[in-house]
């Protein structure tokens, strides 16, 4: 490739002159920003369809008995909504922005690998369709509950397990091959003067998390398989009958599924360690203790896995050392929560949106962390263990934690990316809206739990009524505000008020200068791909 100027860094260099149009357009593209748009429109349209899943769950536990679904057709409303939000709408919605973001933040010319950046994506809208298309199937479809443990994903599961396995296949092969690629674009394709402690600490955030999905996703795979061939082709790795170990399942899962909660809120902390200093005006405080804390955590991922199997029948000895170790990953978590309002303290804030979805990440993921020190308390965990405590405590992690640093991040960049400026009002709206009704939504699930109601029922005793139907109104008005979001991102990509080029008064830009040297564009010398 030849030598670029200064100002076509960044650009669609890949495109030919002969440029396909409409939608082939999309389906070929190799640029960066296409496919990180494609990625965001992708998991906002999964949210719907996973958030459409959770009203009916919640309409289904309004009032106590049976009245609206099959007990059967609940399991599997529980079951796809967690796979949809896990795998469809957070993980791809990160993968977006580091597309869309990461090239542009360490000056490099777009993605190191960008064919492969497009075939990653279009895998995923099969996967989700394969993953849908089993609701419709003879038996229903997956109805095991997202971390579908054996025997129930291989004993007792429906005929469409097949395609929930080839599901997670391709899920798997999309996320591994964007890892690799976020990998080599940051070592390779970083501008002169970018040192690794230079870097934004979104691209810092990414390029762990990217290691981590490499280590982890290889292990679901090896789960998936194996339920695979308990079903279908009469081997025993999980049943007893035949000298294999159900809870062996559990094991490998969660060796899996721990350090993949990690994969889905680490890049939300790199989102908030940019916003919070651009609209307080200062630099990230401790920005050095921030990334080692990044490091930390997602060491310490591997090995917390079975302080969600307490219950098991562990020795102490392992209940102990899970449990001390599950303590000690809330420190490096508790030095980023610091940080961010060592960082606030007598700046200059601001309050727009972006930075109002920041304050509240900040809040409510500490109340999901405190939750979460709770469960890692074995004695007390017996308690907990599979009630809606788990419940609230992994959905203020990820609702209003991941779900709310996604919305930052698309408020702050949405000017840039689209050149328009979209409606602050009903953005303030859509935060108000989301803020109360998610708190009316979780909170209160956290008594549920407390008083015993288990979760993953559709019917429950007479006296979690009137807490459910508070919990359920919560649901419907959190459903509902993601519309105002929807309207909101429609009418600004249409056109509208064009975005000035600084719109955030002076904030916008503030992480790249401190602590990265000056923006791509202003480099002297371009940098040279080969």
Known sequence: MTDMTPDQVGTDHHDHDHKPSGIMRWVLTTNHKDIGTMYLVFSFAMFLTGGAMAMVIRAELF???????????????????????????????????ANWMVPMMIGAPDMALPRMNNWSFW??????????????????????????YAPLSTTYSPDSTA??????????????MGAINVIVTIMNLRAPGMTYMKMPLFVWTWFITAFLLIAVMPVLAGAVTMVLTDKYFGTSFFDAAGGGDPVMFQHIFWFFGHPEVYIMILPSFGIISAIVPAFSRKKLFGYASMVYA??????????????????????????????????????????????????????????????????AFIVLFTIGGFSGLMLAITPVDFQYHDTYFVVAHFHYVLVSGAIFSIMAAAYYWLPKWTGHMYDTKL????????????????FPMHFLGLAGMPRRIPDYALQFADINAIVSIGGFAFGLSQLIFLALIVKCARGGEKAPAKPWDGAEGLEWEVPSPAPYHTFSTPPKID
């Open 123 to 148: 895998i995923l809208p099969f996967a989700f369709a394969m993953l849908l298309m089993s609701l419709f199937m003879e038996g229903g479809g997956p109805n095991f509950g997202w971390t579908f």
């Open 63 to 97: 009032q106590p008995g049976l009245q609206l679904v099959e007990p059967n057709f609940f399991n599997q409303m529980t079951t796809v909504h967690g796979l949809i939000m896990v795998f469809g709408a957070v993980m791809p919605a990160f993968t977006g922005l």
């Open 163 to 176: 395609l929930f396995v080839f599901a997670i296949h391709i899920m798997g092969i999309s996320s591994i």
């Open 427 to 442: 953005a303030s709206w859509h935060f108000w809206c989301s803020l109360i009704s998610v708190n009316v939504l979780f």
């Open 294 to 359: 990044t490091a930390s955590i997602a060491g310490l991922s591997f090995i917390v896995w079975a302080h969600h199997m307490f219950t098991t029948g562990m020795p102490v000895f392992a209940e102990l050392f899970f449990m001390f170790c599950t303590m000690l990953i809330s420190v490096p978590t508790g030095v980023k929560v610091f940080n961010w309002v060592a960082t606030m303290w007598r700046g200059s804030m601001t309050f727009e949106t972006p930075m109002l979805f920041a304050l």
